[in-house]
DNA sequence: ACAGTGTCAGACAACGTTGTCATGTAGGAG
DNA sequence: CTCCTACATGACAACGTTGTCTGACACTGT
């Protein structure tokens, strides 16, 4: 492995100038430019990570912090960072968070604090549940690290927040399902305590009320984001005297899972019921029929959240961070919508 | 931030001392210990990992490589094996190798080996499709990075290797079709070139010599791993005059494809045709009916590469490595096998 | 002619660890 | 009592970069 002395004898400079060079700092001559990129070319020379991040104290590193739980979604997001990071020289660290709650994981806090310290990411991506709680953001910045939270509302000053508009989102879906002729839907949230859970009722919960359709509470089930939950719930539903005749599920897992509870009881969507998921995560277009759903840029997320926080430690100014980022989201109508059975 | 220097101040002794005592080297007692580490706590200390790879020649990394295309199958493999790199003090990174052949991507390509060597990990871990390329895991051998396979069949000196029986496997899932009666059976392969293609389709074949049973090469399917092509395999197969009976998709994701082609034909699992899949991965138990399959323990797959790895930089003899661990596999039993419609 | 300014290059120290070597002490064998 | 070994500690250098400082040189405007 050759190092930087190599590359100035051989080019016959300083190390110094082989540092500018290699740094695309200003102040060195083209000529002389020309030349240590040559010589480091023949020399194959390569930077050393950590002399580097030793003396400059940046790390190049980006971590990623999610749940144990991982979930398609989380690794969409994870797809579009590391796309970004691949191109611009940045290491892309997968980390995992135990629950910030629950005491008899404290070890695995203790050891995941000194991980990060020890390693000084350049900034973290912070994704569901954890991009909603306000103290792990609040402890990175008090770290000195730059925060992207994905997927949630509400952001402070100087932390960058990628997201669609989810509250539109669920408007317009439940709007579909108004407009084919439905008037009792039932709803089934997310994990509770998540602004995804939230946006999505509030806008269910906006366009019923539009239409002066009223919002009966034993249609509201509760959920935790997995299939499973979806299942349990669907059955519930599906399983009353009086069903819904559509049901809104607050992801894609649990919309699957409806599917999968209405056949145990015999029924098929869309002719016996209508579904619809949130997400558009892979199962969406994997389940017969498929889901109707609506899309989030998921790897777009990733990639912008990531180029926002390496151009807030790249750009020098201090004003930097603090953005809010909502990007478009799509309605995708597939197959599992139709109009009410006995309409 | 304090260092190792004000440790070793605070508890009045070398920073050597310190040194051996965060590294749990011999020859300091206790006493001495018990006041290094104290002093540790005291000050919140926490070891610099750029100074620590800078002068031991260590990164603490493991890296993780994939493709751009990432499934589910990988992602277990990555929740194993950042399982064990948190518990062990190791950083996972995850890269993305772009495909090995193909010339418009050298550019990456060189990035991606600039990005090896200017982090030089401890180790990699190479999952299918780039486990099975043997120039891949020898250029990684000539870098001096240990490298762990997983589930792929053959293996050098010095290599890891973690797998299931996959043959076995495959006879066990083809045996169980020719038990409920199945005499015609379609098969899909996946991406050619693939260890696990072969092994799964060698023990298909296998179990019909073994019963007398022709198989029929019009009744083989070209396919990729992915959804679609199960679906165009399965139409494939089912909308012909004389339909196979049963279905062995060579993994989950193409046997979901199948299920929905059934559908599109008016033709529903287990009673019209049965199927199955391969992995267990989270799409089996979300279709309807729910598949059966194999299931590969994928997340101990990660775990044990990973601690295999650790093992072998961590263990001072040389004839750690080029170990070959074999796990066991578990046939999953759901609802989409049953006997053939006209038996 | 001279100070002032902008450009270019190198010398040197510093980042925070760990490896090597030297030194000191205690205990057991001869 | 001496020699040898095993244990215990510290001094010092080294890892490969980048930050700071200093100096040389070439302009410009007075």
């Known amino acids: 492995m050759s190092t930087m002395l190599d590359v100035a004898k051989l080019a016959g400079v300083s190390v110094k100038t082989v540092s500018r060079v290699i740094n695309n700092e200003p102040y060195v001559q083209d000529a002389l430019r020309a030349r240590v990129k040559a010589a480091a070319k023949d020399l194959g020379y390569i930077p050393s990570a950590s002399a580097r991040s030793l003396r400059s104290r940046r790390s190049y590193q980006i971590h990623?912090?999610?749940?144990?739980?991982?979930?398609?979604?989380?690794?969409?997001?994870?797809?579009?960072?590391?796309?970004?990071?691949?191109?611009d020289g940045y290491q892309l660290v997968v980390s995992v968070l135990p629950d910030i709650d629950g005491d008899p994981v404290d070890v695995m806090r203790e050891r995941f604090a000194r991980h990060i310290a020890a390693n000084k990411p350049d900034g973290v991506i912070l994704v569901p549940p954890f991009a909603d709680l306000e103290d792990v953001s609040h402890w990175f910045e008090d770290q000195g690290v730059a925060v992207a939270k994905i997927g949630v509302r509400s952001t402070d000053h100087s932390i960058l927040a990628v997201q669609i508009d989810e509250y539109e989102a669920a408007r317009e879906l439940t709007g579909l399902l108004v407009e084919h002729g439905h008037r009792r839907i039932g709803f089934i949230r997310g994990r509770e305590n998540e602004s995804a859970t939230e946006e999505r009722f509030r806008g269910f919960q906006a366009v019923l009320d539009d239409?002066?359709?009223?919002?009966?509470?034993?249609?509201?089930?509760?959920?935790?984001?997995?299939?499973?939950?979806?299942?349990?719930?669907?059955?519930?539903?599906?399983?009353?005297?009086?069903?819904?005749?559509?049901?809104?599920?607050?992801?894609?897992?649990?919309?699957?899972?409806?599917?999968?509870?209405?056949?145990?009881?015999?029924?098929i969507a869309p002719r016996d019921f209508s579904v619809v998921g949130f997400d558009d995560s892979a199962i969406a277009e994997k389940t017969w029929p498929a889901l109707t759903t609506v899309r989030q840029p998921v790897l777009e997320f990733g990639t912008?959240?990531?180029?926002?926080?390496?151009r807030s430690f790249e750009g020098e100014g201090p004003e930097n961070g603090g953005e809010r980022r909502v990007l478009d989201y799509l309605l995708v109508s597939r197959d599992s919508v139709a109009a009410p059975p006995r309409c």
């Open 64 to 87: 990623m912090i999610s749940h144990i739980i991982t979930t398609p979604y989380v690794h969409a997001i994870q797809a579009g960072a590391m796309q970004v990071c691949q191109s």
């Open 304 to 310: 912008v959240a990531t180029a926002g926080l390496i």
């Open 211 to 267: 239409h002066n359709l009223p919002l009966d509470p034993s249609l509201v089930m509760p959920g935790n984001f997995h299939f499973s939950s979806g299942v349990e719930a669907g059955a519930r539903l599906l399983g009353r005297s009086d069903p819904p005749t559509a049901i809104f599920a607050a992801n894609d897992d649990m919309a699957a899972g409806v599917i999968v509870a209405g056949h145990k009881l015999g029924l």
